[in-house]
Nanobody, 112 residues
C-alpha cells in the first residue's frame, strides 16, 4: 500500500482559486492512475478528477471546467487546481491511487 499525504486545502472565497497537493513519499510508482474524491457533509464520497498513467484526465460533470488534476513526477506529487470556487465545493478532498491507498483528506471551505 502506498502512503498518500493530501494537504493544503483551507479556505477560499467564491470565485477564487485553490491548489493543493497529494504527496506520495517513498513511492517508486511514478506512473500510476491517481484521482481526487470529495465528500461534503451528509453526502457520499464522489469522484471529481482522474489522472491516468498516460496523462489522460477526466472530471466529474459538476465541477468540470473548473478543475485541473496534474502530476509532478520529480516530486512524486499530484495536484488539484480548483478555479472559480463555489460554496458547493466545500468538502473534504481525498487523493487515491484507485487501488487501495487513500490520503487522510484535506478540508476545503468556500465562503465569503
Amino acid at each position: 500500500q502506498v502512503k498518500l499525504v493530501d494537504s493544503g486545502g483551507g479556505w477560499g472565497q467564491p470565485g477564487g482559486s485553490l491548489r493543493f497537493p497529494c504527496a506520495r513519499p517513498g513511492s517508486t510508482r511514478s506512473t500510476s492512475h491517481m484521482a481526487w474524491y470529495r465528500q461534503a457533509p451528509g453526502t457520499q464520497r464522489e469522484l471529481v478528477a482522474v489522472l491516468s498513467s498516460d496523462g489522460t484526465t477526466a472530471y466529474a460533470e459538476s465541477p468540470k471546467g473548473r478543475l485541473t488534476i496534474s502530476r509532478d513526477d520529480a516530486k512524486n506529487t499530484i495536484y488539484l487546481q480548483m478555479n472559480n470556487l463555489k460554496p458547493e465545493d466545500t468538502a473534504v478532498y481525498y487523493c487515491t491511487d484507485l487501488i487501495s491507498s487513500w490520503g487522510r483528506g484535506t478540508q476545503v471551505t468556500v465562503s465569503s
